[in-house]
């Protein structure tokens, strides 16, 4: 069946980095659009970033442009998520999301919480 498991979240220290994984299983990785979302508590829903299916293409939030780098792996049917210079407004889960076409798949996400 499909699965998206996302780990490499915790806590880290305001100006400290992090590397989540979202290990995918069940479907055509290559195929799919990944996406990072994150949603912390009383808030919405966001776009973090997205990865056409071949790497060619990467787009970022406003909020995380310059600090945070999305790559995949598509022999490991793994995408990436490097976070630097995190601040505390980064804290919340995230999620990775697989998308072509009417298909959506989504992980269950990492707790990532940036605190001193």
């Known amino acids: 069946q499909v699965q998206l498991v996302e780990s490499g979240g915790g806590l880290v220290q305001p100006g400290g980095s992090l590397r989540l994984s979202c290990a995918a299983s069940?479907?055509?990785?290559?195929?799919?659009?990944m996406s990072w979302y994150r949603q912390a508590p009383g808030k919405e829903r966001e776009l973090v970033g997205m990865?056409?299916?071949?790497?060619?293409?990467?787009n970022y939030a406003s909020s995380v442009k310059g600090r945070f780098l999305i790559s995949r792996d598509n022999a490991k049917n793994t995408v990436y998520l490097q976070m630097n210079s995190l601040k505390p407004e980064d804290t919340a889960v995230y999620s990775c999301?697989?998308?072509?076409?009417?298909?959506?798949?989504w992980g269950q996400g990492t707790q990532v919480t940036v605190s001193s």
């Open positions: 069940g479907f055509t990785f290559s195929a799919y659009t």
């Open positions: 999301n697989a998308r072509r076409v009417q298909f959506t798949y």
């Open positions: 990865i056409t299916n071949t790497g060619g293409t990467t």
